[in-house]
């Protein structure tokens, strides 16, 4: 088991030295890398404060504990996703747009939103199996608020029959981990296709994928289908 936080004589809690930065990013940065890798059991201290260059004892003063740690790595990410979410909430009240423009700007957003932390999905997948508090958090956190603030639209798209009918929350699931867990092994696609260094290039390529697997595209309306008509006969001129 791992010792407990001891006190540094001189120094309080929360505070680096008089000329020392602020490592807390960096600890925090280490600290997700670790609990996605490892899980939050296997996780320590030490690693952490290894991976991120700093005295294990900083980690103590920083934050407290490890627990504290991982409350401070969600705290972050939750703030991270606050612009997403927000967006999300605002293409709601977007009435003259079209619903189907709306719904891939959605998952557009949420696809930038995984693509900012390419970690994500392992940190998902690993704190998943371990079950208990540290998933209930992450799930309040992080997947919850992003749950609520897609599914009105997602419901709007249903009744445009713009996305078929189907259970709302499996999609969001099956979606969310199939991208996430995609950026963060995406190493693994070099082994049967096209290399992945192209960041850019994947990104584009993953929205593609979620609009034609994800969207009824007998549903576009007349001017969508007259452009793709533009599009086609302006192929064959060239």
Not at 70 to 77: D, L, M, P, T
Not at 138 to 143: F, T
């Given at each position: 088991m791992e010792k407990a936080c001891k006190p540094i004589a001189g120094r309080q809690p929360g505070r680096p030295g008089k000329d020392e930065p602020d490592r807390a990013p960096l600890l925090l940065r280490a600290a997700q890398t670790s609990f996605a890798s490892l899980g939050f059991r296997a996780a320590t201290v030490r690693g952490i404060a290894?991976?991120?260059?700093?005295?294990?004892?900083?980690?103590?003063?920083?934050?407290?504990?490890?627990?504290?740690?991982?409350?401070?790595?969600?705290?972050?990410?939750?703030?991270?996703?606050?612009?997403?979410?927000?967006?999300?909430?605002?293409?709601?009240?977007?009435?003259?747009?079209?619903?189907?423009?709306?719904?891939?700007?959605?998952?557009?957003?949420?696809?930038?939103?995984?693509?900012?932390?390419?970690?994500?999905?392992?940190?998902?997948?690993?704190?998943?199996?371990?079950?208990?508090?540290?998933?209930?958090?992450?799930?309040?956190?992080?997947?919850?608020?992003?749950?609520?603030?897609?599914y009105p639209l997602l419901v709007e798209a249903v009744e445009a029959e713009v996305i078929r009918k189907q259970r709302l929350d499996l999609l969001y699931f099956m979606t969310l981990n199939a991208l996430a867990m995609s950026v963060s092994s995406r190493h693994v696609l070099g082994y049967f296709g096209e290399d992945f260094h192209d960041f850019d290039r994947l990104k584009e390529d993953m929205s593609h994928f979620v609009i034609v697997n994800f969207f009824d595209n007998e549903s576009l309306d007349a001017s969508g289908i007259q452009l793709r008509k533009q599009q086609k006969q302006s192929g064959r001129d060239h």
């Open positions: 290894a991976a991120a260059g700093v005295d294990h004892t900083l980690v103590c003063h920083r934050f407290g504990s490890k627990e504290a740690l991982w409350n401070a790595v969600i705290e972050q990410q939750s703030l991270y996703l606050a612009p997403f979410i927000a967006k999300l909430k605002s293409l709601q009240s977007e009435r003259e747009v079209p619903i189907r423009v709306q719904i891939e700007a959605t998952f557009r957003q949420l696809i930038a939103a995984i693509f900012g932390e390419p970690e994500c999905g392992l940190l998902f997948a690993r704190i998943s199996s371990e079950r208990g508090k540290h998933l209930d958090l992450l799930v309040e956190k992080l997947l919850r608020p992003a749950y609520d603030a897609l």
